[in-house]
Each structure stands twice: as C-alpha cells, then as structure tokens.
C-alpha cells in the first residue's frame, strides 16, 4: 500500500485558486455558505479525491470533513462521462448513526437545492428537507437518505432514481442485499463509497459485518475513502482489503506553548479542554454549578454526556425540574428514542434561540458524540468519562468547531480516576485542571469533607421523586445502567467498580434504595469485610493509635412504603395494584407445567437474568465473533472459487448468495421465536418475583431480594 503522507497545508487557501478547478454552481455553493478558503483537511482531500485517488483521511473534530468528501463525490458524478439512469447508484456513504447520516444528507442536499426550482409548499414533498427533492434537469445527481425512520425506500428509491445513497450500515445493507433491492438497485458501475467516521464503522462488529457485506456487494473497480477523527487498528486492516494504493491524509495540530517544543495534539486548538474533580457524590451539584457558572459567562448552549440510554432519560427528568435550573432549556437525545423523535429533539436543540439568560442544554448519550455538526455549542460537559477513550475527543469536539472557541469538562471522581488525566494525555489528549465550584460559583480547592450542598441535593431530587413511583424506577435503571456501563470501560484500571463509592452516587442520583444486583451484593460484603478487618486490627492494636475510617458520605435509604408509593399514571397504577391482587389471589399461577419443562426454562432464564451483566455481553461477543469467522470462511470459499475462474463460478456464487440467504431468513425465524419465548417467560419470572417481593413485604419482613432486576420493577 502507498503510504505516501498527503501533505495538508496549515492554511487550506481559496476555493476558487482549487486546482483542478470546481464546477462553477458547487463553487458558487459553497461560497454562499460563507466559506471562501479551504480548511487544511479540505485542501489536503478535495484535489486528490477528485481524481483517481483513494484516500485516508485523519484530521480533528470540527475540521471541515464532511466537505472534504462532499464536494469531490458531486465533482465526480458531475464530470462522469456516465449517464446514471434511474436505479443506477454512483456513490453511497455510510454513517454509523442516522443522526449523522441525515446530517451528510442535508449537506448534498443543500448542493442540489441551488439548481432546483423551490418547490410548490403546498406539495407534500416540500414538508420535509430529507424528502428526495423533484430531479432538475438530468444529469445532477440527487441524494437519498436510508435509515431507519425514513419513507418505504424501494418505492422511493424507484420513483427518484437517486444516485447517492446515504445511509447507516444495517439499513442501508438490507437495502442494498435484499432480493428487493438487488433486483431493483443497480450498484454495478458505482464510482465512489465512502466511509464516514471509519473507525466507528470499522470497530463495532455489527457495523463492521454490514459495511463488508456493502462491500462485497459493489464493483472492485471503484474509488473508496475513508474519513475519521480517530482511526483504528480495525481502519488498518480494511485499508488492506478495500482500497487501492490509497494516499493517507493526516492533519496534525502542533500545541504551541512558549518555551516549549511544540507538541502534537489530537482535539482542536481553540478547545479548552479541561477536567474537574469531586466526590461521586458531588457530581449532580458540580454538574449545577458549571452549567450556573459558564451561563454568568455568557455561555448559551452546552451539551451533558451521560454513559447510558436510562441515565440521560432520569436526569432529564430530574434537572428539568430543579428550580436551580428553571430558566435551561433541556432536551434529551439517546439512541432508543424512535427515530422521529430524535430527530425532532436534535432539530428543537440545535434550533432553540438560546441565551445566557435562558441556555439550551442536551442531555445524551454517545449518539450524538461523533460527526454531528452543532454551530454553537460552548460547552461540553462529560458527567461520565466515556467507556471507550476515543470518544473523548469527539465529544469535547462537539465544541470549538471550525476555529470558533469552546470549553470542554470531564468530571472525574476523587481517587483513582484522576489517573485518566495521564492516560489522555499519553493519548496526545492534553486536560488543563479545572477548579472546583463553591455554592458562589467561585473556584475553590475541592472541599475536605462533603460539600453540603449535596445531601442538600439528595432531599430535593428525592422529594421530586416521591412524587411519582416511575421516576424511582427510572433512577434505579439508570444507576444499574450506569454501573454496567462503567465495568466496560476500557481503562478498567482506572475505573475499577471496587473502587467505586456507592453511597456517594447513590447520593449523585437521589437514590431512595440501592437496587438490588450482584455488583452491590459485592460491595456490601466488601464494606463489611474491611469493616471487621478494621475493628480486629484496632483490637489488636496495642498502643491505642487511631485508625483511619474510610469516608462515608452518609447516604441511607429513604423512608418509603412501597405499598402504596404510586405511580402518577393512573392506568398506571391501577395495573400495579392489579398485579399484586391477581398474584395474591392466584399465588401459584405461572410456576410451569406440571413435566416440570417450564420450571427448567425459568431456572436457565433466572440463572441469566442473575448472570453479570458483563458476563452475558462476553457470551454474545463470542457469537458474534464465530458468525463473522463463519461469513469470513464462506467468503473466503467464494472468493476462491471466483479465482478459479470457469463455468461452475456463477453456479457457485449463486448457491452461496443463496445459502447465506437462506441461513439469514431461518436465523431470522429463529431468533424470532426464541426472542419472543424469551420475552414471554422473562415476564412470568419478574411478575411471579414482584408478586412474591409484596407478599415478602407484607409480611413486613423487607429487604431486597434476589436477581438484578429487582428493584426495577
Ligand atoms: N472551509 C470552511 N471554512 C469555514 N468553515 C467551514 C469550512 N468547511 C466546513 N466548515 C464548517 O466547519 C464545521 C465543521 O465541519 P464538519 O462537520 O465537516 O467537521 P468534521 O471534521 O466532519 O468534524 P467531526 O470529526 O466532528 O465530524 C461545520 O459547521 C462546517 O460548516
């Protein structure tokens, strides 16, 4: 492979001096968007990608990639001495989220908008941008987007004739390998693919399986590249297998610090980007306090990322109703939302006509850390350190995009975490201290004992919560969610769960009870233990010296009757109290038949439901990894058998097409079934387990019982 360095200059120059020179409509284009030179990435890309070039591209959050392909994928289709006809496709890219796959829509989109007459409002096709727009005169090509949420694609796809597709993996593999979509969408003479975010694609096995099957499906014979912030080992290889002598494009920054050698850096220079450390327990009053003090700075829009779906979900709820933060504006975003409403929640944010004086907050997970582009974001705050260190910089680069100035902040717990201040920076990720904040939103040194803000805090997410029994529910999961999430972390050495406090972040999110799970079995037998080593020690000790108590930020469980705490959802309600009669008046309903098959499922799935969440995920990788060496091994048998040239081939390739199909769809069956069984059966187990937990109640004997689940219910 040709290794041979693009060189990107440290100013990209004029558009219009491009050599070669740009179409004059996608010049005039890109200059109505305000642009009149080149970023680094842009200038470094654009020329090569428009000739026959395959190019990897590596430059920083906010840097200008999305023009960086944009604009020589156009370059091409408009020079191509091809006529494309309906059905015949010339370029895709695919995103590994939807939310940035319709942002690259939008983009081409905004191209092709420039040569076609507004539409008639009153038409439906007007109502939506991603809607493909009425073709212009023939041959611009138009774009269409393929993710979940968007119209039927086949019909679509058949009336348009769009010839960029854009899409994310999954989607866009089942439309383009359907018996549907291959009869239908022609891919034959594909000019260009490229892969946005690659190493997310590239390193996630699901995505990764799709974007090869995308792959195998298209001609050798065309032009591929590869854009990221970050790149992969996962990116080394599939520069191997799908690109040909492609040239590597790396912007690099220098950090230039006086009296210094200039050190190379891979998060923008304008990006303050910075970490502050507390007490688990602090981290909600922190959280307040930084989004208090950078709106006093004038500071009008922030983004918040938690590490789990459920976490953003409870703290949504919960600081949209803290009167410290009644003038915020906050919107949630995570990835099991329905796709309508993420789009509507990233539109309501990035549209809200924030202010200091009324700020817009995103509360969100890691679907909206990478590629999407937000103008003005000022800050970004981490609550959670991300499990995987790679999305640090790009969530940090949802701020100070383009050369405009952002700040970014990690909260990272007292203690061991401060170590991934090191890590990061060993990483070519350099983190300046941020202070802490005292309730005067001064800086201060992080307090010695408890702030009292944060018990204080504990009383009010808790009354909140009183006030409905599904936000306790929701705290619960987001908690277990959360736990879960830090056991994955890939510096497992320095965010260990032993080393966690639980009580402090019981305390963060206003826990009522601990939930019951077996990583909080564990650490109460731990506390205990030390506890007893402790006391022994002390006994022992014969000179009367003091020992040292570990802190305990004195978080209890609260005083609650679960009885009759209710949900404020009538219908609600009066299912929960339907459950408890129903299971009291028919105590033995769903113990399983009387062969005893029942009772043996539901001993497998509580044994499940029971196992480590990380153990279940390590099973599921392993599944994952024996179908891609399976698909590998089918390929491989392919791909020889194409070598060996001669009549069977076509025979061959049609019986493997027609294997893999055929596995796919009784795969697809089964995996119905057991899912629905599973489903159904898991159901049983957690009523009869809810019914069982009230009687146990009743008797006012208490305590949390057995699985991980309990707790949640
Ligand atoms: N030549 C240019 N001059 C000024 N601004 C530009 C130029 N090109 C792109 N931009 C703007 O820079 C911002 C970031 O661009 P873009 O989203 O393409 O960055 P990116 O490198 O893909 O970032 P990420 O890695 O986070 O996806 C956008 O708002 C875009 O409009």
Redesign the pocket.
């Known amino acids: 492979m040709d290794r041979a360095l693009g060189s990107a200059p440290a100013i990209?120059g004029s558009?219009s001096k491009l050599q070669p020179a740009l179409t004059p409509w996608i010049l005039d284009v890109?200059h109505k968007?305000?642009?009149?030179?080149?970023?680094p990435?842009?200038a470094g890309t654009i020329p090569r990608a428009m000739k026959n070039q395959d190019c990897v591209v590596e430059?920083?959050?906010?840097?200008?990639?999305?023009?960086?392909f944009v604009v020589p994928v156009l370059e091409r289709l408009v020079r191509n001495e091809k006529q494309y006809r309906k059905g015949e496709v010339a370029a895709i890219v695919i995103a590994p989220t939807r939310e940035?796959a319709a942002?690259i829509h939008d983009?081409f989109h905004l191209f092709l908008s420039s040569l076609i007459p507004t539409p008639d409002p009153s038409s439906p096709e007007a109502s939506s941008s991603r809607a493909p727009s009425p073709p212009p005169e023939a041959p611009y090509p138009l774009p269409m987007l393929i993710t979940s949420g968007t119209p039927t694609p086949y019909e679509t796809f058949a009336s348009t004739g769009p010839s960029i597709l854009i899409g994310t993996p999954g989607r866009l593999a089942s439309f383009l390998l359907s018996p549907r979509g291959t009869s239908l969408v022609r891919v034959g003479d594909l000019d260009v693919l490229v892969l946005?975010?690659a190493d997310r694609l590239l390193s996630s096995p699901d995505h990764r399986r799709d974007v090869e099957r995308i792959m195998r499906h298209l001609p050798k014979q065309r032009r591929t590249h590869l854009?990221?912030?970050t790149m992969t080992d996962a990116v080394e290889d599939m520069i191997g297998l799908g690109l040909r002598n492609p040239v590597r494009i790396v912007v690099n920054l220098k950090d230039k610090r006086q009296g210094q050698e200039p050190q190379e850096r891979r998060t923008p220079t304008a990006l303050q980007n910075t970490f502050l450390i507390c007490r688990h327990a602090e981290k909600t009053v922190q959280l307040v306090r930084l989004l208090q003090r950078e709106a006093s700075n004038e500071a009008a829009k922030f983004i918040v990322y938690f590490s789990t779906c459920a976490a953003v979900d409870y703290f949504y709820r919960i600081l949209s109703h803290l009167p410290a933060l009644s003038a915020y504006h906050m919107t949630s975003l995570h990835g099991d939302l329905p796709p309508r409403v993420r789009e509507t929640a990233l539109s309501t944010f990035t549209s809200h006509p924030a202010s200091h004086l009324s700020p817009a907050v995103l509360l969100c997970t890691d679907v909206a850390s990478?590629?999407?582009?937000f103008?003005d974001v000022d800050m970004v705050i981490q609550y959670d350190p991300p499990t995987d260190p790679k999305t640090f910089s790009?969530r940090a680069?949802?701020t100070a995009?383009?050369?405009r100035k952002g700040k970014a902040v990690v909260l990272l717990g007292k203690g061991r975490e401060v170590d991934y201040v090191d890590f990061l920076a060993a990483r070519k990720i350099p983190l300046t201290p941020d202070h802490y904040l005292s309730s005067d939103l001064t800086p201060s040194d992080p307090p010695t004992t408890l702030d009292p803000a944060a018990p204080a805090l504990l009383e009010d997410i808790r009354k909140l919560v009183l006030t409905d029994r599904e936000l306790a529910d929701k705290a619960a999961k987001a908690f277990v969610s959360s736990l879960h999430a830090y056991t994955k972390h890939e510096a497992s050495f320095i965010f260990r769960v032993p080393d966690l406090d639980f009580h402090g972040l019981a305390m963060a999110y206003g826990l009522l009870r601990l939930p019951a799970m077996p990583e909080v079995r564990d650490w109460r037998k731990r506390v205990e233990a030390e506890k007893v080593k402790r006391d022994k020690a002390r006994e022992e000790c014969q000179d009367g010296q003091e020992m040292e108590e570990p802190e305990d930020v004195g978080w209890e469980e609260a005083d609650v009757n679960w009885d009759t705490f209710a949900y404020a959802s009538k219908s609600r309600e009066a299912a929960r109290l339907a459950a408890i009669e129903a299971k009291q008046t028919r105590p033995h309903e769903g113990q399983g038949n009387r062969d005893g098959v029942g009772a043996e499922k539901k001993r497998k799935i509580r044994a499940e439901m029971r196992e480590a969440w990380s153990e279940q995920k390590d099973k599921k990788a392993r599944r994952e990894e024996r179908r891609t060496k399976k698909d590998n091994k089918k390929q491989a048998e392919w791909e020889r058998t194409q070598a060996e040239g001669g009549d069977k081939e076509v025979g061959l390739v049609e019986e493997w097409k027609k294997s893999v199909g055929m596995q796919e769809k009784k795969k697809k069956v089964v995996d119905e079934e057991m899912e629905a069984e599973y489903k159904s059966l898991k159901k049983e187990v957690k009523e009869e387990k809810a019914a069982r937990k009230a009687r146990a109640e009743e008797k006012a004997q208490g305590g949390l019982g057995g699985g991980m689940f309990d707790g949640l219910d």
């Open positions: 990209g558009w890109v968007m305000g642009f009149s030179n080149m970023t990435v842009q430059a920083v959050t906010g840097s200008g990639k999305t023009l960086a940035l942002q983009v946005d975010e854009f990221s912030a990478r590629g999407v582009d103008a790009h680069g949802r995009r383009a050369g």
